[in-house]
T-cell receptor, first 114, second 115 residues
Framework: GAGVSQSPSNKVTEKGKDVELRCDPI?????LYWYRQRLGQGLEFLIY????????KSGLPSDRFSAERTGESVSTLTIQRTQQEDSAVYLCASSLAHGYNEQFFGPGTRLTVL | DAKTTQPNSMESNEEEPVHLPCNHS???????IHWYRQLPSQGPEYVIH???SNVNNRMASLAIAEDRKSSTLILHRATLRDAAVYYC????????????????FGQGTILTVHP
């Protein structure tokens, strides 16, 4: 069956450019999460959506980061004026509802900022 | 949030059992214990979770200490495919807890399986 998909799988950009990362959750999953994983590190929570609302944005590192979700489906994470420290794998996960036991993760988008 | 402590790395031989420990001495009564694993170049995948009683599923078993201050993930017969980083994570049972819903990952245990 279809799992969580993310695009692009790899993104190389120059410092100062904006990037958009996309996540397609499992159909019917109302909760969607974004995490970031720097090289050799564990995952850091960024933001979660319940439906199209984002009750918890506490993990977004700066105001250069924003995210939206539409139609209780696809979500985009936007990073403006990228910096080298933004280089990481950005992972998206979905679950049936917030707090539900199992989160299903996508393969991630590897972002490299030169 | 309550914290978990895991060894940085462990090694096993193929087809032998593996016991992955996790300490969570500050766990609260409403925290679930979750385990996820991350295979190389993939997103994490759910393994198992429990509250107080030991749990079994097709992937693994979870043994929880009586005082809930530690737990052990048991892979009964390790395969090469089990080589991954294993994360022990506490999640609040009730909405309103800061660890409700979102997953807080530590460094995990890197499991190496030798043929």
């Amino acid at each position: 069956g279809a799992g969580v998909s993310q695009s692009p799988s790899n993104k190389v950009t120059e410092k100062g450019k904006d990037v958009e990362l996309r996540c397609d959750p499992i159909s019917g999953h109302t909760a969607l999460y974004w995490y970031r994983q720097r090289l050799g590190q564990g995952l850091e929570f960024l933001i979660y959506f319940q439906g199209n609302s984002a009750p918890d944005k506490s993990g977004l590192p700066s105001d250069r980061f924003s995210a939206e979700r539409t139609g209780e489906s696809v979500s985009t994470l936007t990073i403006q004026r990228t910096q080298q420290e933004d280089s990481a794998v950005y992972l998206c996960a979905s679950s049936l509802a917030h707090g539900y036991n199992e989160q299903f993760f996508g393969p991630g988008t590897r972002l490299t900022v030169l | 949030d309550a914290k978990t402590t895991q060894p940085n790395s462990m090694e096993s031989n193929e087809e032998e059992p593996v016991h992955l420990p996790c300490n969570h001495s500050t766990i609260s009564g409403t925290d679930y214990i979750h385990w996820y694993r991350q295979l190389p170049s993939q997103g994490p995948e759910y393994v198992i979770h429990g509250l107080t009683s030991n749990v079994n599923n097709r992937m693994a078993s979870l043994a929880i200490a009586e005082d809930r201050k530690s737990s052990t993930l048991i892979l009964h017969r390790a395969t090469l495919r089990d080589a991954a980083v294993y994360y022990c994570i506490l999640r609040a049972l009730n909405a309103g807890g800061t660890s409700y819903g979102k997953l807080t990952f530590g460094q995990g245990t890197i499991l190496t399986v030798h043929p």
